[in-house]
């Protein structure tokens, strides 16, 4: 039996209680003993003293990127997860975009195991729709919930057939799991590598449309209805995707849907300079679909919070803008720049944050976590709300350096992670 520890003294932040109040939480044998006010200290228990730091069930990120298997030289499950850890997350989602593709149970079961044994957060692997996301047949889906799967995703393209999707929806319904879509029009996309407008004018560089989005955002919304299954729509960026969730939304279809941190927080003007951090897709987007994004979240059309975390090579993003790979790593900065975008700004409240980063991603993904409740996962996440600091992608524990966010000031940071009862990361 493991040492019993005691978070004394934070704001413990706690939606799913509808809690905010200062207090203690009591971690024992890797679940939550109590939280609250008047917790006395057990003999013999760790006790963290964590007075002025705000106290949630830990945080979950259900869309990052691994690249274990297959390019282990840009992120492993290991130091994605120290990433994860770093960054204030327990748990993530893993895309099943690797090489091999996490299409069967021996991947999906092989990532599990790799989280597992990295010991940082809980890893939860996607299943891909498609056999080895060519789009054409039908993943073995039941096979792949049945080695610990969480949810389904092409994610790196969309399912281009709407039958494929329209199955896809149908058989997932069944298991209880959601299809996550990465919304994108090849045929309007193509060779696009910013967002289309006057930006992309100006550099000469051919763009993204926002319709290239909400074409599939809307086509796979009438698909879930049609079906009934659960549509999860992946990375948002446009106002347009914005209003057509509100629309599927007030319908009552089973849709739900995420936004990243850099599309709340950065615009098309970051692409300036032909800086290729600031690449990444769906694209940086305009002023006014950013303030949408920001809107659809403060008022649930957007359920939840992602960093669509994708390292890359440093050699890779080096190269002519046009070519140079998309994504970015996200999740050492995500909880600064929601902070700093979000909270700070008087868009979200302190319990909105934590409901879009833990309690949502832990219900709309039927994970365990997203809650402090007496038995519950013993999974915490400790932060400075107040702590500013500048980002240093050369401390990054996730071996990927490609960020835009590099000398940026943020202010709100991770100081403690705990994952079933243990202290994973600690900050100096
Ligand atoms: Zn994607
Ligand atoms: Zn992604």
């Known amino acids: ?61 259900v869309h990052i990127h691994l ?23 327990t748990g993530v989602c893993a895309m099943p975009n690797t090489k091999p593709v ?70 997932a319904r069944a298991f209880n799991v959601p299809i996550a879509e990465h919304c994108e029009d090849m045929t309007l996309a193509r060779g696009g590598s910013m967002n289309e407008g006057i930006m992309s004018a100006k550099l000469g560089l051919k763009g993204i449309p926002a319709e290239a989005e909400e074409i599939y955002v809307i086509r796979d919304i009438l698909l879930a209805k049609r ?21 599927g939304k007030e319908r009552g279809i089973n849709v739900t849907s995420e936004v990243c941190s850099h599309h709340i927080s950065l615009t098309e003007d970051a692409v300036e300079g032909y800086n290729t951090n600031a690449k990444m897709n769906p694209p940086l987007r305009t002023a006014a679909d950013v303030e949408a994004l920001q809107q659809g979240l403060a008022d649930g059309t957007i359920d939840l919070l992602v960093t669509d975390h994708a390292p ?70 400790v932060f400075d709300p107040t702590r500013t600091w500048t980002v240093d992608p050369k401390a990054f524990k996730s071996k990927g350096r490609n960020t835009p966010y590099g000398g940026h000031q943020l202010t709100g940071q991770a100081r403690l992670t705990v994952v079933g009862g243990r202290v994973v990361y600690r900050a100096d």
């Open 67 to 89: 690249r274990e298997p297959g390019r282990e030289d840009v992120e492993t499950i290991a130091t994605g997860a120290h990433s994860a850890a770093a960054g204030g997350f």
């Open 227 to 247: 079906t009934g299954g659960h549509i999860h729509l992946c990375h948002l960026s446009t106002k347009g995707s914005v209003e057509l969730v509100r629309w």
């Open 312 to 381: 890359h090579h440093y050699d890779e993003k080096e190269r002519e803008f046009a070519d140079a790979p998309n994504g970015i790593v996200g999740l050492e900065t995500a909880l600064g720049i929601n902070c700093t975008y979000l909270l700070h700004r008087g868009i979200m409240t302190m319990s909105q944050l934590v409901d879009a980063m833990s309690c949502k991603p832990a219900k709309v993904f039927h994970l365990p976590g997203g809650t402090l409740s007496r038995g519950s996962l013993g999974d915490v996440t």
């Open 102 to 171: 996490t299409d069967n149970q021996a991947v999906v079961g092989f990532v599990k195991r790799q989280g597992e044994a990295a010991g940082y957060a809980r890893v939860y692997p996607y299943g891909a729709i498609s056999v080895g996301q060519k789009g054409e047949t039908l993943a073995e889906l039941a096979e792949m919930v049945g080695a610990g799967a969480v949810a389904f995703s092409d994610d790196g393209k969309p399912v281009e057939s709407a039958q494929l999707m329209r199955t896809a929806l149908e058989y």
């Open 1 to 61: 039996m493991s040492r019993d520890l005691l978070l004394r003294g934070g704001r413990i932040v706690d939606p799913s209680q509808g809690m905010d109040t200062i207090g203690d939480v009591l971690l024992r044998d890797g679940r939550v003993e109590s939280c609250g006010s008047g917790i006395g200290t057990p003999d013999g228990a760790e006790v963290i003293d964590v007075t002025g730091l705000v106290v949630t069930p830990g945080m979950i990120d």
